[in-house]
């Protein structure tokens, strides 16, 4: 599959929910999967689950093809076998689904740079509003309450409909497969705020994600918020360390990070590292390593924050810095996401995604359906508790 690298996939990410789930990640600057470096022209995947039951891929390739024979559906002819299989993560795709997943992972998108959450009343309201995005230009703001998206009210729905109403995200009545507006599609949305409702119509743009945002505590630390690794992530990151006051040090906040591109996660670990061993996975058997690249800062203290939104190629960059002793983590134990799926392409240009195997911390610890339990185990005022580290360790003023 030309331009494929390899992804670490998100809890949940199932197929057509799945694809919803993943861009109100993305909306809310948390985006999903990753990437390992690929040793040959396959694409392998980490993804969140132990190598138990998994379907053969020419068995899903074979089904697949009779089912594109017989007209019918090759995607769902492949769904079925995947499901029968009892691989729980393996997932097949089709191929605007598998486009769009790609372009996310880029970090861009398709929508009105307005993301969503239900408030303890019910009500849907904007959690968050992309500066100098079409919702931002229409002067909506973070906490108006959504009423109605096309004239359809939209408090009942779940969050994830409400993103991809916002997409555009639909079905071809005919073919059954996902169409998606495009940029430059119009949407209506109804809303509300201190009593008053009024409509605004937006046109859908080419948005991109942040991914990666940086602060400096009052302390003098560096904060670095990543809610995926997307493509550019490692490198802003490695950047940021290098450029901050010697002897400040990081707050690498990895909750709610569902994952990202495996080789952006090699390159934050670097950004800590001077070379080494971040992880090592398998493949059918096959054992491979994942290693730093030589130079990073060793010197500047270091906490990971960390819960049980920190999945996969998150775990990857948690994992490699407990291990490795560069990082003190806090937090709540991690969602326990490790194992390697393989990405095939079918008759139909779907793709179907495959548990092969899974990958283990430089220590070796197996974190698929484990996670990685922080140094201090904190529940409530993580955030500051792990301040409290930091300073400690010296990394504050």
């Known amino acids: 599959m030309p331009g494929h690298e390899n992804r670490l996939r998100p809890h949940g990410f199932y197929r057509g929910a799945a694809l919803t789930l993943l861009f109100a990640s993305v909306l809310a600057t948390a985006a999903a999967t990753g990437s390992l470096p690929r040793a040959d022209e396959e694409a392998e995947r980490i993804s969140t689950r132990s190598v138990a039951s998994t379907a053969d891929k020419d068995e899903v390739a074979r089904a697949a093809a009779e089912a594109m024979a017989d007209g019918k559906s090759a995607t769902e002819a492949a769904e079925d076998v995947v499901s029968r299989s009892g691989d729980r993560w393996g997932a097949v795709y089709d191929k605007g689904e598998y486009e769009e997943f790609e372009q996310a ?123 995926a690794f997307t493509k550019g992530s490692g490198k802003q990151i490695r950047d940021a360390v290098r450029q901050a006051p010697r002897g400040a040090g990081v707050l690498l906040d990895l909750r709610g990070n569902a994952g990202g591109l495996v080789t952006e996660a090699v390159q934050t670990a670097s950004a800590f590292l001077d070379g080494g061993l971040v992880a090592t996975y398998d493949i059918r058997g096959e054992q491979r390593s994942l290693y730093a690249d030589p130079g990073g800062d060793t010197e500047r203290p270091v906490v990971a924050l960390v819960d049980g939104g920190t999945m996969s190629a998150a775990e990857l960059v948690t994992g490699a810095l407990q291990d490795r002793g560069r990082a003190i983590t806090v937090g709540s134990p991690t969602f326990g996401k490790g194992s390697v799926q393989m990405p095939s392409e079918l008759p139909d240009g779907s793709v179907a995604e495959l548990t092969v195997g899974h990958y283990r911390t430089p220590a070796g610890h197996k974190v698929d359906d484990k996670g990685i339990t922080p140094d201090l185990v904190v529940d409530e005022q993580a955030q500051e508790r792990a301040r409290t580290v930091l300073s400690g360790l010296g990394g504050g003023s």
């Not at 929508?111 to 002067?139: H, Y």
């Not at 009210?153 to 995200?169: I, K, Q, S, W």
């Not at 605004?200 to 991109?208: E, I, K, N, P």
Request: glycine fraction near 14%; aromatic fraction near 2%; charged fraction near 25%.
């Open 105 to 227: 992972l880029d970090g861009k998108y398709t929508g009105v740079g307005l993301s969503a959450k239900r408030l303890a009343d019910g009500r849907i309201a904007a959690s968050k509003v992309q500066p100098g995005g079409p919702a931002a230009l229409a002067g909506i703001k973070a906490g108006d309450i959504l009423r109605t998206i096309d004239g359809e009210a939209v408090g009942t729905r779940p969050v994830t409909e409400v993103v991809a109403l916002l997409r555009g995200d639909g079905t071809d009545r005919d073919t059954g497969e996902s169409e998606d507006a495009s940029a430059g599609t119009t949407v209506v949305l109804g809303l509300s705020r201190d009593g008053r409702d009024w409509t605004r119509t937006l046109r859908r743009a080419s948005l991109s994600t942040d991914a990666v945002t940086f602060d400096t505590g009052a302390d003098g630390a560096l904060v670095i918020k990543v809610s």
